[in-house]
C-alpha cells in the first residue's frame, strides 16, 4: 500500500461516532493509550486491527486506509462525472461514474487526468457508416504503447484493450457517443470530443 492510516483521521471518525478513545479501545482489546498515540502520530495500528478498526469507525477499510472519506454526491447517473483508473502493476482499466477509493495490487490508484492530445498522440476519427473508426499514429512496442481506447456515451462506455504490437485502433458504434478515451502506458490519458 502506498498510504496508511492517518491519525487526524482517526481522531475526526471516533469523535463523529461519540466514541471516547477509552471506549474504542474497549472495542479493538487495546489500552487507550494505543489509540492516543494513533491519533497523535507517534504510533501506527498492527495490521490485524485494520478490518475492526474500520468497523468500529464505520467506515470501510478503503476508505480508513485512504485517509479520506469517500462522500458520493453524485446522486443521478451522469457519464460527464466517470473517472478513469489505470493499474501501473497490471494493467488493469478501472471506471467509475463517482467518487471512489480504488485500490489495485496493493496501491490505491489516483484518478487520471485526461490531456488534449498532442503531437505525438494524434488521434483521428473517421465515421465509417453507423460506427467510428478510432485510430491513433503511435508505436505499438512492449514498452511503448496505447493500451486502450474508451467510448464515453451519454448512457455507457465502451473499451477495447489493445495490446503491444498490434494496431493502436478501434471501432465503436456511433449511436450517443460524446467522446473518446485513450491511454499512452507512457504518457497517460488523453481525450477528444466526437466530430461534429
Known amino acids: 500500500m502506498d498510504r496508511y492510516i492517518t491519525g487526524p483521521m482517526i481522531r475526526r471518525l471516533r469523535e463523529a461516532r461519540s466514541l471516547t478513545q477509552m471506549k474504542l479501545a474497549e472495542m479493538l482489546k487495546v489500552s487507550d493509550k494505543a489509540v492516543s498515540k494513533w491519533e497523535t502520530g507517534r504510533g501506527y495500528p498492527d495490521i490485524t486491527l485494520i478490518e475492526p478498526l474500520a ?3 464505520g467506515v470501510s477499510v478503503m476508505e480508513l486506509l485512504a485517509g479520506e472519506d469517500v462522500v458520493n454526491t453524485n446522486k443521478t447517473f451522469n457519464m460527464l462525472k466517470t473517472k478513469l483508473y489505470v493499474c501501473p502493476i ?3 482499466v478501472i471506471v467509475s461514474t ?3 477509493v480504488i485500490s489495485c495490487c496493493g496501491i490505491t490508484l489516483p484518478v487520471l487526468e485526461a490531456e488534449p492530445a498532442d503531437d505525438q498522440h494524434l488521434c483521428r476519427i473517421d465515421r465509417i457508416d453507423d460506427e467510428y473508426y478510432v485510430s491513433i499514429a503511435h508505436e505499438m512496442g512492449k514498452t511503448h504503447h496505447i493500451s486502450f ?3 464515453f456515451k451519454d448512457d ?10 498490434g494496431q493502436a485502433d478501434a ?3 456511433v449511436s450517443r457517443v460524446r467522446y473518446f478515451y485513450y491511454y499512452c ?4 490519458l488523453f481525450k477528444v470530443q466526437k466530430p461534429t
Open 98 to 100: 463517482g467518487e471512489a
Open 171 to 173: 471501432y465503436f458504434k
Open 185 to 188: 502506458n507512457q504518457h497517460g
Open 55 to 57: 468497523d468500529a469507525l
Open 149 to 151: 481506447i474508451a467510448a
Open 90 to 92: 497490471c494493467g488493469n
Open 156 to 165: 455507457g462506455y465502451e473499451i477495447r484493450k489493445l495490446y503491444p504490437e
